[in-house]
């Protein structure tokens, strides 16, 4: 009864905050609210299909732990984790780069052009995914088991594991469709790959499989995501140039813009320092504490994340606005159309603490299936850690536009650095609960700091705008 409460409140949460979303376009000037509406909808497709991925998660993360007990649990969430990680810290951001310099010769029909560009993304993606699968298998080899934390037998089915880093990387196919604006069939393919990863668990659960069964589901789970999202951006690809795939320039070493290497790295590396922030305290806890205490971080944070998640929807919307309103020179609509988003997400982060408040303690118990001391502090910490790293939702993506990219990674750089220190220092002395803190000031520091340019470029606007009055 407590889950299905659940399940109404998020749903209720996400429509209450589309019909705020309505108010605030009353007040819009046309273009700007057009835009606005452009991002509400396209949230609301992505939102759509994370519900029914959302509510899925919660019934396969619960059959795997009751089918593998805590530890063993933990065991596989630390070998996914530390996949995943690698994964994103040797992954290059290519959708990004498809669709900052991409964007104006797709608009214009500039096809040779575009086909250069896309060619480039398509390299920059397989060049990162072999590198991560490389750096994977090493890492496991060099480092050993015993310091990442897992039992000395699962080192065969963790390094079988780090084989499918070479088809994780998806920025090609994903920047097609965000530059289509094709948000539609993003929820289809996570639908597919939901199914596959429900049934997989749910056989699992059934029949009482072992662990590298439970690897072998999650590594399924990817291939099916890289497979059905390379489909979609070949068929947007076909469909909107009426031309053959380039494939023969794939293998070419070329970099159709001067500057295009710079940029790319640039961005890839702000989210690999992000990726260091969401899933390397997962790996500290596990060598520090062990796979218990890391397996309840884990589901924590994946309890806060998801339900921050619909705010968090908004990254791959905005960014092709914002290229737009660039293009355009329109930086009094993008100013307006991030203050009403900055707006709506505070009043959703309110919503949001309210429903942890109320309910987080019975997701935590229905998905370990266990009962850990502490576990509503534990949730209330990391929640209040993802509200404040979604307030940064229409900030950073409105700082790379601005051509501010190297000031977000100098701080990101400088937040990591802090949060490690934190991490430990406050691991000995309150356990997984300090490690949660260090969570919340790292995040409440790296809002402060990237907002900071932002309030003066719009303070900037307004003293330009009475001046022209």
Not at 127 to 156: D, H, Q
Not at 272 to 295: K, N, R, Y
Not at 319 to 333: L, M, S, T, V
Request: charged share 15%; net charge positive; aromatic share 14%.
């Amino acid at each position: 009864m407590g889950y299905q409460k659940t399940l109404f409140i998020k749903a209720r949460l996400t429509f209450d905050c589309l019909s705020v979303s309505d108010a605030c376009l009353d007040i819009m000037p046309q273009k700007s609210r057009s835009v606005f509406s452009r991002i509400i909808g396209n949230t609301g497709i992505l939102i759509t299909g994370r519900v029914l991925n959302a509510v899925c998660s919660f019934v396969y993360v619960a059959w795997t732990s009751q089918t593998l007990g805590l530890n063993l649990f933990g065991v596989m969430l630390l070998i996914t984790t530390f996949a995943t990680l690698i994964s994103d810290i040797t992954r290059f951001q290519s959708w990004q780069t498809l669709l900052h310099y991409g964007s104006k010769a797709f608009q214009e029909k500039d096809f040779n052009q575009f086909d250069d560009v896309l060619a480039f993304c398509i390299r920059a993606d397989f060049f990162s995914a072999a590198i991560g699968m490389l750096v994977g298998l090493g890492g496991i080899l060099i480092l050993g088991t015993s310091r990442l934390g897992w039992p000395a037998e699962v080192k065969p089915d963790a390094l079988l594991c780090m084989l499918i880093i070479l088809f994780m990387n998806i920025g090609w196919s994903t920047g097609m469709l965000r530059l289509c604006n094709r948000f539609k069939l993003v929820t289809i393919y996570e639908f597919i790959t939901t199914c596959v990863r429900t049934g997989g668990c749910g056989i699992g659960y059934w029949l009482h499989m072992p662990l590298g069964y439970f690897l072998f589901i999650w590594c399924l789970t990817q291939f099916t995501l890289f497979v059905t999202c390379s489909y979609a951006g070949i068929y947007l690809f076909h469909q909107y140039t009426e031309r053959a795939f380039p494939i023969r320039k794939i293998f070419q070493r070329k970099t159709p813009v001067e500057g295009m290497w710079k940029f790319t790295l640039s961005v890839s590396f702000n989210e690999i320092l992000d990726s260091i922030f969401q899933q390397g305290g997962t790996l500290a806890i596990g060598s520090s504490l062990g796979a218990g205490e890391a397996a309840v971080y884990r589901v924590a944070r994946q309890i806060s994340n998801g339900l921050s998640k619909p705010a968090q929807m908004m990254i791959p919307t905005l960014y092709p606005e914002f290229i737009r309103f660039r293009d355009q020179g329109d930086w009094h609509g993008m100013r307006l159309v991030t203050l009403k988003i900055f707006g709506l997400i505070l009043g959703f982060s309110l919503l949001v603490f309210f429903l942890t408040v109320l309910v987080g303690e019975r997701l935590f118990t229905y998905m370990l299936h266990y009962s850990w001391p502490g576990e509503k502090t534990i949730l209330v910490l990391l929640v209040c850690s993802a509200l404040f790293d979604i307030c940064l939702v229409p900030i950073e993506p409105l700082l790379t536009v601005m051509k501010r990219i190297s000031f977000v990674l100098k701080a990101r750089t400088a937040i990591i650095g802090c949060y490690f220190v934190f991490l430990y220092g406050m691991m000995r002395v309150a356990g997984i609960n300090g490690a949660a803190l260090s969570s919340v000031i790292s995040s409440f520091l790296m809002l402060i700091i990237c907002a900071i340019p932002v309030i003066k470029w719009f303070t900037r606007l307004s003293e330009n705008d009475e001046g022209q009055s």
